[in-house]
């Protein structure tokens, strides 16, 4: 006897539209993981009535793209995501929906329609403010020189494939100690203890180079350590601008395209 092959599962039809969504991590919420923020989303689409759009198979799932995630522990104004619907809808409706139904902390800021390309390619730097509590400002301006000064600073981090070390100077863009009067403002905040603040502007390289990476160097080369968990924040992710070190936003060209296009907004 002859088995009979299992139905096919129905093909699911394009997306009608895609949607950029810029969203932050902030608060508690920044020990959100990437796997726990992608089972909040997905019921936060549902909560929120949006008309995604599903992968054809037999197991179909919300079409939803993540872009360069923000490591577990790290507060976030510049996180980014794609979602593919199955019917035209007005971005500015579907942030204030999404947001309602996201956990306060896991806050959405701008929907934009996704304009031709790939926003991926558009993330090619990152903009970070590291604090240091407990960390003078001068101990600091002393680390951050030494290590520019040299060359190749190398560390060691555990990945999926096993333990790599890579030179994470060679991507540094900009770093540099915030001013003294932005690291008295933060040290208000540690009961009048120093507060030493860094600005940081890392190129996505392969393998990529996180902020903890840097403190990793930072302490290899110059011996700096904070004697507490440091603060980590991406204000700003989009593309380089070799000349000024500036990190652009990666959503202007679909601002644009869609300010351009005919049609009702």
Same mark, same amino acid.
């Given at each position: ?57 037999? *197991? ?7 872009? *360069? ?97 890579? *030179? ?98």
């Amino acid at each position: 006897m002859v088995a009979s092959m299992p139905d096919q599962p129905a093909q699911q039809p394009p997306p009608a539209q895609r949607l950029r969504v810029r969203y932050a991590k902030r608060g508690r919420l920044r020990f959100t993981s990437h796997r726990d923020f992608g089972r909040a989303l997905e019921r936060a689409v549902q909560r929120a009535a949006i008309p995604m759009s599903f992968s054809s198979g037999f *197991n179909p799932h919300p079409r939803i793209s993540y872009a *360069n995630a923000a490591p577990t522990g790290a507060a976030s104004e510049a996180e980014y995501l794609e979602l593919a619907v199955r019917e035209s809808c007005r971005p500015d409706d579907v942030r204030r929906r999404l947001d309602e139904a996201l956990p306060e902390g896991l806050d959405v800021i701008e929907v934009v329609v996704a304009s031709p390309g790939s926003l991926a390619d558009r993330l090619t730097a990152s903009r970070w403010r590291i604090e240091l509590p407990h960390v003078t400002y001068a101990d600091a301006a002393t680390a951050v020189e030494a290590f520019l000064g040299m060359e190749q600073v190398e560390v060691d981090r555990m990945t999926k494939s096993g333990l790599r070390t890579f *030179n994470c100077r060679a991507a540094v863009v900009w770093l540099a100690p915030a001013s003294t009067d932005a690291v008295a403002e933060a040290s208000k905040s540690v009961q009048s203890a120093p507060c030493a603040i860094l600005d940081l502007v890392v190129r996505h390289d392969t393998p990529a180079v996180r902020p903890d990476d840097v403190l990793t160097g930072l302490q290899k080369s110059a011996g700096l350590q904070a004697p507490v968990p440091p603060i980590l924040t991406r204000l700003a992710q989009g593309p380089l601008d070799p000349l000024t070190g500036d990190v652009g936003d990666p959503l202007a060209p679909d601002r644009d395209a869609w300010a351009s296009a005919p049609g009702d907004r």
